[in-house]
């Protein structure tokens, strides 16, 4: 594979005091994992990992963390209190309600955490002193969407169907505000980005497909699924995240410059259906069994896919694994737990691999 000229410093983040929110998260533990890999000293704040088995276990993400503390996002006080305890230079807010298919039946709970939980967080920014660089972690999700065949772009208007797409869209506006309200004048760097469909190791939320595709494997039961011919900018974890390491250091070095929205998005090769990832798994492993869902099922978006020009042009960042590379690393990582290898070990050299591919 050719080299990227991409740069994630591991110079930079030696040292580095960062706060990640939903940090025993599918995502945040990547995360977590990989800025501890370079030398980051790490402050989580999230509720209790949300699945079992999960990655934040099962990686002993904790272990190598400066602090865990399991609190709500919504929890003003003492997310204020652990802020300013950690007194971090970066700040990653990844804690969400990030399912669409449980805001509909939990509208309330999404709203407040999405919405209240980024007022809160950027609240207790406001009140501790040292911060220069924060990245909100939204969704490809918070963008109107028209069905559009092309890409969405950064100044594409905000929208939302359902509650999880309608809330991330608000943490989007909410960004916007706080930014040209507060922290501008402050000196302080506020970006937000979004992502496509992440896949990776690790995850077992619901309604996910990779997730239900694995989980109908080792039942030996046929997946049922609602909308096969919808779209999705698919990516595996370590690409949007290695966007958010490189924008969180720009925004550390140059500020005001950076302190916009980022699509962090794959090539639009790699924006495929759900049954494009079905048949091509099965073409991987034999007992994969799939049909339609005949019941009612609620909105979804049928097409998705971002434009992450301004991110390759002014960020340098470009896409590393395609899909089916990324797919493979799925596989490899779930027959490796399987096999009850040392998932933190394994978890670590998928991320020397992505390294590797890109300039370090």
Known sequence: MEKMDVKISHNFWQGKRVFLTGHTGFKGSWLSLWLQKMGASVYGYALYPPTEPNL???????????????????????????????????????????LVQYSYKNPAETYATNVMGTVNLLEAIRSTSGIKAIINVTTDKCYENKEW?????????????????????????????????????AGVALASARAGNVIGGG???????????????????????????????????????????????RLYTDGASFSEAWNFGPIDEDTRSVQWIIEHLANIRSDIHWTCEDAPQSHETHSLKLDSSKARLQLNWKSTWNLEIALTKVIDWHNAWLSEKDMQALTYKQIAEYESHVSI
């Open 56 to 98: 934040f276990h099962l990686a002993n993400v904790s272990n190598g963390m400066s602090s865990s503390v399991i609190a709500d996002i919504c929890d003003a006080s003492v997310l204020r209190d652990a802020m300013r305890e950690a007194s971090p230079e970066i700040v990653f807010h990844l804690a969400a309600q990030p």
């Open 149 to 185: 065949v092309w890409g969405y772009r950064e100044n594409d208007p905000m929208g939302g169907f359902d509650p999880y797409s309608s809330s991330k869209g608000c943490a989007e506006l909410i960004t916007a505000a706080y930014r040209q309200s507060y922290l501008k004048s």
């Open 203 to 249: 995850d077992w939320a619901e309604n996910r497909l990779i997730p239900d595709l694995l989980r109908a494997i080792h039942a030996n039961e046929t997946l049922k699924i609602r909308c096969p011919r919808s779209t999705r900018p698919w990516q595996h974890v370590l690409e949007p995240l290695s966007g958010y390491l490189m924008l969180a250091e």
